[in-house]
């Protein structure tokens, strides 16, 4: 089953702007992780936030989550063309930590 | 960036042919993970592993097998490659300790014609 879903899938923003993207998940996590993914590289890990937390900030940066909507949502605050990427939510479940992935917001900053 | 490489970056291959997909990671990292990623679309875990001589199946069914004999080796093998295998596969690694974030290599983006 899926665990994420992002939402837009698409979003296309002014350099300097904020971007924010939205994510849903099914069954219960024990964290939940977005991840960045540049045209033809592999995923970077930008951020965690743990089932007990509510919101973590990094840099410019900023996650919450919240487990009774099953949501969570990451800002990116004064946006640059090189945040262009697709980011991906993940929720890690289980005993085991799997990760299950949402479909990705393709993410365009104009320059 | 995470120290974990894949090789070939690209492959195009006839149909019919044995590949094999190399994934090592330097950090020493016992979790291993395959995915399977379609341009534009959410990765699907083919195959993780525990540590050496662990392996089992991801939640997306594979015609692909893997193999870990080293910590830090975890190739993905086809053993006759058809054009539905098309896609790219991404490896990762992880601390074994729980909330830990997955490092991932940069992909073999494979092409059977």
């Known amino acids: 089953s899926q665990q994420g879903e992002e939402d837009p899938q698409a979003l296309s923003i002014q350099e300097g702007e904020n971007a924010t993207m939205n994510c849903s998940y099914k069954?219960?996590?024990?964290?939940l992780q977005w991840y960045r993914q540049n045209s033809g590289r592999g995923l970077v890990h930008l951020i965690l936030?743990?089932?007990?937390?509510r919101e973590k900030h990094s840099g410019r940066l900023r996650v919450t989550l919240d487990t009774s909507k099953k949501s969570s949502s990451l800002l990116i605050t004064a946006s640059r063309a090189a945040d262009t990427a697709s980011y991906f939510c993940?929720?890690?479940?289980?005993?085991?930590?799997?990760?299950?992935f949402g479909k990705g917001t393709l993410l365009t900053v104009n320059p | 960036e995470a120290d974990i490489y894949q090789t070939p970056r690209y492959l195009v291959i006839g149909t019919g042919k044995k590949i094999t997909l190399e994934c090592s990671q330097t950090m020493g990292h016992d979790k291993m993970y395959w995915y399977q990623q379609d341009p534009g679309m959410e990765l699907h875990l083919i195959h993780y592993s525990y540590g050496v001589n662990s392996t089992e199946k991801g939640d997306l069914s594979s015609e692909s097998t893997v193999s870990r004999i080293r910590t830090e080796h975890f190739p993905l093998t086809l053993e006759s490659a058809r054009p539905s295998h098309t896609s790219q596969y991404l490896c990762?690694?992880?601390?074994?300790?729980?909330?830990?974030?997955?490092?991932f290599g940069d992909g073999t983006r494979l092409s059977i014609l």
């Open positions: 993940a929720g890690s479940g289980g005993s085991n930590y799997k990760l299950t």
């Open positions: 990762a690694s992880s601390d074994p300790r729980g909330n830990q974030p997955q490092h």
């Open positions: 069954t219960s996590i024990n964290n």
């Open positions: 936030i743990r089932s007990n937390e």
